[in-house]
Every structure is written in C-alpha cells, then in structure tokens.
C-alpha cells in the first residue's frame, strides 16, 4: 500500500516538476505571457471555449500594451504569436522558408485519404502544391464554369418557392445545399440533387465531418499539444465511416469513367489527367497515386461544402441587415448583365467589382480560419527583436483579432465595403487582412471560392430581395469549430422583385 501511495505521489510531483519547467519558456527568453496553470497552460474550460476566442483574448491584452509579440501555452506546449502585422508578414511571406509547414496533427499512416494539400507538409507539400496549382488557373475556371452554373438552377427554384409561400429560411441551410451541388459536381462528378434529397449520403457525411461537440474539439487540442503520442494510440483525423463513404465514391467514379472513357470539365478529370503517365511526359514525379488521387478529392469537398456556404450564410446576412448595400449590389448586377444579353458568365462575374468589395468586407468580419497555424522549420531569429523562434515552434496568427482591430478598420464592427474599393484597398495591411491566408500557402482554391460565390450571389439578387426574420438572434451568437457558425442559424425573408 505504501509503495502504491510512493509511486503515484512520485508520478504526480515528476508531471507537477515537468509542468513547472514547461512554463518557464517564454519567461527565460523575455517573451510576454499571461502566467499559465496546470494542466490547460493559458487555455480556460477548453471544453466550451473555443480556441479562436482564447487567442484573440491574448492578441487584444497585448495589443493594448504595445507589445509586438506574445507567448502562448497551449497546455505545455510554448506557441508564439505575431501581434505586429510586420511580424505576420515576415512569418506567412518574408521568411515564409522558415515557416513552410502548418503544423497540424496528420495521420495519414492510418488514413491515407487524410494526405491531402492542405494536411500536408515539407517536401510532400511542395510536391503537391507544384502539381495542383495548374489545376486552378483561371482557364481551368472557365472550363468548370458551366458545370457550376448549372447548380444555381435549383438554388433558384428552392429561393423562389420560398418567396412564393411566404417562407422564411436558414441561409445556412439554403446555401450548404447549393454548396454540396457545386463540389459534389465539380470535385466527383456526381449530381447531388441536395435541394430535391436534402439527406442525401453527400449531404449526411458531409455534415458528420463538421458535427461539432466538446469531445471534437478536446481530440483537436489533444493531437495539436501531443501529435505522437495521438498517433502512437491510433488517433484518427476522419471519422472512419466519413473516410470510407468518399474513398468508395472518388474510386468508383474514377473506375467508371477510365472504364467507359468518360470526360468531363471537372476537378476529377483534371486529376485522373495527372495520373496518366502518358499526359505526363512518363516521370513518375508527375503524376498521382491513387491515394493522392482520393486523398485530394476529399479535399475539394472538405474546402468548399462548408466554407462557401458559411461565407454567402453571413453575406446574405449583412445585404439583408443593410438594404443600401444590398440595393447597389442589385444594381451592379443589373448594369453588368445588361451587357452579356442578361447572362451571368464567366466576364460577367469579374466585372461585378463591388460584388467583391461586399464579399472581402464579410470576410473580414466573419473570416472563415479566425486563427491561421505555421510551424517554424528552421531556427529564425525575428528581425528587430533577440528572440530566436526555434524549429518545432508553433505559430497562431490571430486572424481574429487583426481583421477587427480599429488600429487598422476604423470603427470595425461595421461593415462597410467601401473599404475593399480601388480607392481604399491599397491602404490595407497585408498582415491585417488573411481571409484565405497569405503568402505561398495561401489557399489554393481561392480562384474557384469567389467564383462559386459571386455566381450565386448574381443569381439570387438579381430576381430577389432578402431581409431579416424575427427569428435571427441579433447580434449574432456565433460559435468557433472547424469553421465559424452562428447558434441559431441566420433565418430570412425572401420576396421576388417585380
């Protein structure tokens, strides 16, 4: 019994002693940092508090003393974090070499589908990167353009007999749907028909991968704080059944179309192009395996089924909060479509300049990744400063916090897209404004993001008016998981404009 009570006490005084010298690391090398606890370090009830706002609590405490830069405990693990826009523009462009990776918690060893773009990192990355970046030129949109355009025709069936019924609606809802169609079309190549089949298996699956929950988001900080020791007990990124669903998918429709040699303008094609040797000059560095293959599929429908839909949730939500905007907006559409012979195309919709300005002034209000992770890969000492960033180091860049700063947006609440106008843009920081991120792991598909959105909202607002409902909690209650949401949904009025 003695010895049972002398091994726990010894056990529970080494974890103590380890914790007490895991907080001395920002102390030691000057760097200011609230004084952390045991066993969360500076995260409070992690349970129910979301990381974004814990980060952000951080950037205004230290904003506000004229700090360039802060520390951070995520439990014992020091994390750096970039106040001055300089520092975050020597992070995520300057130096960008010395910060190459993201610095997320992978398992691709027991989910290879999991080895996407995004997840991964070093030369893997790089390799990656180098063969999907022509994957999102501008031809290749305009290519996609059609095929995408054909999903707003039941959006616009669905938003129609709303106005008819004299419905209201959660945007939310409305546009993850529209959102499915579009990658389910453009990344499988498969019509989802979310608006006639709302539980489809696309639309159940997809929602199980974002289902957000306290047990979701301490696995999350789990992984990010011990990464090995997650995968030594067999963590998994992907709910198996989330993975298996659109493994089968990406396979049988790759099966299909190599089988009855079917073509379409989609990212699948461009995909199963690279992994044909002979479209590849026969270099094995080229082409994809068919892991790759899936493993990017499931990225395209992971990046566009909640992102988009979240963005033109709040886009409609502001239009509808201020009928000034939304009625030049209308009016922009207007003027533009009577030069296509009333046709939304491809030259339309990048002529629609304040369509644009509306969408980066919702983005910056309601930014879609709030807290951007690196990792340092290379010791780096941080100019005009003593402190040397170590590799292995994680770095939060509070998005958050910078996008409303009104050091850098004066009166920041408001939304104001004049902002974004040409007159105004060029007065921005870049290291204060990341919707997408910044520097070369900037994301990828932003081309095929703005496209799928001004698209939409093209189509909605030149046939319909949109105003609050009741039912809306206003201010909005909003809640932080792998992408922003709002508790209660963003219901509204729709009625057709004569």
Known sequence: MYILLALISAIFAAIYFYYKQSFTYWQSRGVPHLTPSMPFGNLN???????????????????????????????????????????????????FHHFTDRGLYVNDEAQPVIGNLFFSDGQKWKNLRQKLTP?????????????????????????GQIADNNETFDAKDVMSKYTTDVIGSCAFGIECNSFKDPDSDFRK??????????????????????????????????????????????????????????????????LIDMMDKDNNGGQKSNFLTMNDF???VILFFVAGFDTSSVTLS?????????????????????????????????????????????????MRLYPIAPVLGRVCTQNYTMPSTNLVIEKGTKVFIPNWGLQRDPDYFPDPDKFDPERFSDENKGSIDPGTYLPFGEGPRICIGLRFAMMQMKMCLAALLKDYEFRMNPKTIVPLQLGFGFVISVKGGIWLNVKRIS
């Open 45 to 95: 009830k992690p349970w129910s508090i979301p990381l974004v706002d814990q980060v952000t609590k951080q950037y205004k405490i230290f904003k506000k003393r004229g700090e360039r830069q802060a520390g951070f405990y995520l439990m014992t693990e020091p994390i750096y974090i970039p106040i001055d826009p300089e520092f975050v523009k020597n992070v995520m462009i300057k130096d």
């Open 135 to 159: 994957t999102f030129t501008s031809g290749k949109m305009k290519m996609m353009f059609n095929t995408m355009m054909n999903c707003t025709v039941p959006l616009q069936e669905s938003i």
């Open 205 to 270: 699956y997809g929602r199980l991968m974002f289902e957000e929950n306290a047990i979701k988001a301490m696995k999350f900080l789990f992984s990010l704080s011990f990464g090995n020791l997650a995968k030594k007990i067999g963590l998994k990124n992907m709910e198996p059944e989330v993975a298996e669903f659109f493994t089968k998918v990406a396979v049988d429709t790759y099966n299909y179309r190599i089988k009855n040699n079917v073509k379409r303008n989609d990212f699948m094609q461009l």
């Open 294 to 296: 899936v493993a990017q």
């Open 314 to 362: 709040f886009t409609l939500f502001t239009l509808a909060s201020h009928q000034d905007i939304q009625g030049k907006l209308r009016q922009e559409i207007k003027n533009v479509l009577k030069k296509y012979n009333g046709e939304i195309t491809y030259d339309a919709l990048q002529e629609m300049k304040y369509m644009e300005q509306v969408i980066n002034e919702t």
